[in-house]
């Protein structure tokens, strides 16, 4: 091995290193992430229940809430923050979070059915 090649390696070696421990870090999957697209999340309604019935997202996600379910149903905020139409089966509402909190929700129409948004 050259010098120059030497060089190279000491330099190259600690950001591979920082990579491969970043990555692993970011590789945990907790009860509440969902697969989804880059800066989103989504919950699925069905069977009367969203779910996950809570996630948990970074700031600027954007959660989209699909109605899998045969019956209508909402998905509104209990602090007013959010409140899609009533959504028909198929029917999708979206919302993006631009500040972190704690964001628990609730179909009106059948208001057992709770949910929560964590974002971080």
């Known amino acids: 091995m050259t010098k120059k090649n030497v060089r190279i390696a000491g330099v190259l070696m600690p950001v591979m290193i920082a990579i491969l421990l970043l990555s692993a870090g970011s590789s945990r999957v907790t009860a509440t992430d969902q697969p989804s697209a ?12 969203f779910g996950p019935q809570a996630i948990t997202v970074p700031v600027g996600t954007t959660v989209t809430w699909t109605n899998s379910d045969d019956t209508p149903h909402t998905a509104a905020s ?28 609730y179909c009106t129409i059948h208001p057992k059915m709770t949910g929560q948004v964590v974002v971080k």
């Not at 880059?38 to 229940?49: E, H, L, W, Y």
């Not at 209990?78 to 929700?105: C, H, I, L, Q, R």
């Open 38 to 49: 880059a800066n989103g999340a989504a919950v699925k309604i069905d069977n009367f229940a």
């Open 78 to 105: 209990t602090a007013g923050v959010f409140k899609s139409k009533v959504m028909d089966t198929d029917e999708k509402f979206s919302y993006t979070f631009t500040n972190a909190g704690t964001y628990p929700y």
